[in-house]
């Protein structure tokens, strides 16, 4: 047999509607409070991320810093689905889902800047952001590295019997990576409650999706029937659209401990880390301008809450001005926090070594003379 | 005490540690219905059912990643690899995420797994089967690497990896496998970073580990019978953590030192050995620090020449005798 189409374009979903898709099962019960709550947590992730362009542009952040500017949707509608045990792990673009599970500025803004203040200590840095408290499992580097720690989260959940899932998120680059299949297939072979999400911004660093992937027809997700798995498409620029899919392969983990992949079609403004030099040369201006100014899932979401009359302006300029303030002083809290020490290098290696009253092996642990 | 096999020794601690914790689960490829590729696992999957032993398709990748995942969240997977020659697979899994993860997270994650699988060559099987990669992992902080020789040590180092919050990786041997010793019934468990002197003496001190002490026991053996030289024995068990003291209060007591292992020369384990030694025990040096070591190119197939590249007795007793 041979297959039916071998395209290799970016699917779009269908339109959005928010008024409509407020109306779906899972967002129809949603209060005025809740809903104000995602614009602000929205808001904020922005604001965050452009007032941490500034601080790296001050020369204030080494290394990469990947923006998540144009996708907030996607983390705050699925932080908005998590119970007590479902979990989030993604990879370095990871800034919107740890302020989304709850992380606060100020830790994730001194990790940038690698101070004792921050989340890992200044161990991990923009890349590297954790907060198992709140079912957050990082922030990782190494493109589709994740999906297997996502997939052992899910096993986790379901071998302690709990009713739960793994929500383990990629890029439209990282799909092609062997352990995101092998991870697919284990999920898929032993009914495991993992939920593998896309964010689809079109561009792994400068190359496109088109001249990346070869996948069926539907797109990047509808790969899963290979596995037989369940798939969906979803558009990002809304977060009822994200809440409703996301929403459904929730319940398919908890009711049925099942898989799915998810396909969230979204798009990124900045380059792909801040040191992109060629961030406006693998795509044109209209097609930035036009996911800008038609499919922002920030301004797409404004709309929304201005036409439903559920925010005025005022209110919004209110949490606008809330959010880069808060933003402020994360940027000021990291500046005045002090450095790791150097003797801190070796701390956080082994539990052991951490836990010296509790160290049950002998012998060196470390071989620095 | 009773003399069981290595292999039955690891599948006691593996029973004894499933029945302890009721999150220990044993994942791998053939573990549970095939009894396991070396037979390690046999019977398990008749006591404890399908929950606590698993059988992994072939895919080390997926389930090693998978085992770390579960691990964060407080499972305490014991991962089998068929052969540690096949873990490079899952390379960026065991280093990336299980060796960094506690690190990058200021110590918010712990990694509690045990990778364990033959680790050896001298079956036959060329190349890409005949990996001791204990020395790339010993040079990655954050990981823990064991090679037990014996039965009685194969038990009780896998007891303690499996209780150890950090991740061990356990190496062990097929030719190994089938050896026997005695272990006693009571409950033990053996400290990592703990050497053991397998053999005392006074005119030399041979280092080993894994595979090579049998040949460092039976170069000892000879050159007692036909030099009059006791050697003493130095089997370190565990990489690291690494037990320097044993090793320096024997070279301080016989003064000379061969290392024997398995690994290549370069950069292998007896490398960072023979540093410690000269730091620490120069003075007490009578002549320079000895190694034997694999012949350095990849492992050969044919079953007449294999032999000639892995560690031999009689050059260990070559190279004591050079420096007597
Ligand atoms: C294994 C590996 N190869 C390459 C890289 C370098 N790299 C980092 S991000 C990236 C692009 C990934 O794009 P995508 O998965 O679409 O995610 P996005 O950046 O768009 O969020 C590349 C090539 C890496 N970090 N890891
Ligand atoms: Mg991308």
Not at chain 1, 118 to 141: E, I, L, Q, R, V
Not at chain 2, 30 to 58: C, H
Not at chain 2, 217 to 223: D, E, F, K, M, R
Request: some cysteine.
């Amino acid at each position: 047999m041979t297959a039916k189409t071998t395209p290799k374009k970016r699917v779009k979903p269908a339109t959005s509607n928010l008024a409509k898709e407020a109306k779906l099962p899972i967002n129809k019960g949603l209060s005025k409070e809740e809903q104000i709550g995602f614009y602000r947590d929205m808001v904020r992730i922005r604001r965050f991320e452009e007032r941490s362009l500034r601080v790296y542009q001050q020369g204030k952040i080494g290394g990469f810093l990947h923006l998540y500017i144009g996708q907030e949707s996607i983390a705050v509608a699925c932080a908005s689905l998590m119970g007590d045990h479902d979990h989030m792990i993604t990879a370095y673009r990871n800034h919107g889902h740890a302020l989304a599970v709850g992380m606060n500025m100020n830790e994730c803004m001194a990790e940038l800047l690698g101070k004792a203040t921050g989340c890992s200590k200044g161990k991990g840095g923009s890349m590297h952001f954790f907060a198992p408290d709140k079912n957050y499992w990082g922030g990782h580097g190494i493109v589709g590295g994740q999906i297997p720690l996502g997939v052992g989260l899910a096993y986790g959940v379901k071998y302690k019997g709990q009713t739960g899932s793994a929500m383990a998120f990629m890029g439209d680059g990282a799909i092609n990576q062997g352990a995101v299949h092998e991870a697919y297939n284990l999920a898929a072979l032993w009914d495991l409650p993992a939920i593998f999400i896309i964010e689809n911004n079109g561009y792994s660093m400068g190359t496109s999706q088109e001249r990346s992937s070869s996948h069926p027809a539907e797109g990047l997700a509808a790969r899963a029937e290979g596995y037989g798995m369940a798939w969906e498409n979803i558009n990002g620029e809304s977060l009822f659209a994200i809440r409703d899919g996301v929403g459904r392969a929730i319940k398919r983990a908890h009711e049925e401990s099942k898989p799915t992949v998810l396909e969230i079609h979204t798009y990124r403004y900045q380059g792909h880390s801040v040191a992109d030099a060629n961030a406006k040369k693998y795509r044109t201006k209209e097609e930035i301008d036009d996911y800008r100014k038609n499919h922002d899932p920030l301004n797409v979401y404004r709309l929304y809450l201005l036409d439903q009359k559920i925010m005025s302006e005022d209110e919004m300029k209110e949490i606008d001005s809330e959010a880069k303030q808060e933003a402020e002083v994360a940027a000021q809290f990291a500046d005045e926090s002090e450095f790791p020490t150097a003797e801190s290098i070796t701390e956080d290696v082994y539990w052991e070594a951490d836990n010296p009253d509790q160290r049950t092996s002998e012998g060196r642990l470390f071989f620095n003379d | 005490m009773p003399e069981i096999s290595y292999r039955q020794a690891i599948k006691d601690a593996l029973a004894e540690e499933i029945e302890r914790d009721e999150n220990v689960v044993i994942i791998g490829e053939e573990v549970a219905q095939y009894n396991g590729a070396y037979k390690v696992t046999e019977g398990l999957l008749e006591r404890y059912g399908p929950k606590r032993i698993v059988d992994a398709p072939i895919s080390e990748a997926g389930f090693i990643g998978m085992g770390i995942g579960a691990s964060m969240l407080g499972v305490r997977p014991v991962m089998e690899l068929m052969f540690w020659s096949f873990a490079y697979v899952a390379w960026d899994q065991m280093i990336n995420n299980a060796g960094c993860v506690r690190y990058m997270s200021g110590g918010l994650i712990n990694v509690p797994i045990v990778i364990r699988g033959p680790a050896n060559g001298g079956t036959n099987v060329g190349a890409t089967h005949s990996h001791t990669p204990e020395n790339l992992i010993a040079n990655m902080p954050g990981l823990k690497v064991v090679c037990p020789a014996t039965p009685y040590d194969a038990k009780g180092l896998m007891k303690a990896a499996i209780r150890d919050n950090d991740p061990v990786y356990v190496m062990e041997s097929t030719l190994l496998y089938g050896t026997t010793g005695e272990v006693p019934e009571e409950e033990y468990v053996i400290p990592l970073g703990k050497a053991d002197i397998k053999r005392e003496g006074t005119d030399v001190t041979i280092v080993c580990h894994g595979p090579s002490v049998p040949v460092a026991l039976t170069a000892a053996q000879i050159l007692k019978d036909e030099h009059d030289i006791e050697a003493e024995v130095v089997d370190l068990r565990s990489i690291r953590p690494l037990d320097e003291d044993t090793i320096i209060e024997s070279v301080k007591k016989t003064n000379r030192a061969v290392l024997v292992e398995e690994n290549r020369p370069f950069c292998g384990v007896d490398a960072q050995i023979a540093y410690t030694i000269q730091n620490k025990a120069f003075d007490y040096l009578d002549a320079p620090v000895q190694r034997v070591s694999t012949i350095d190119a990849p492992a050969i197939y044919s079953p007449a020449v294999e032999p000639e590249q892995l560690p031999k007795a009689s050059t260990v007793v070559e190279k004591v005798l050079g420096i007597m």
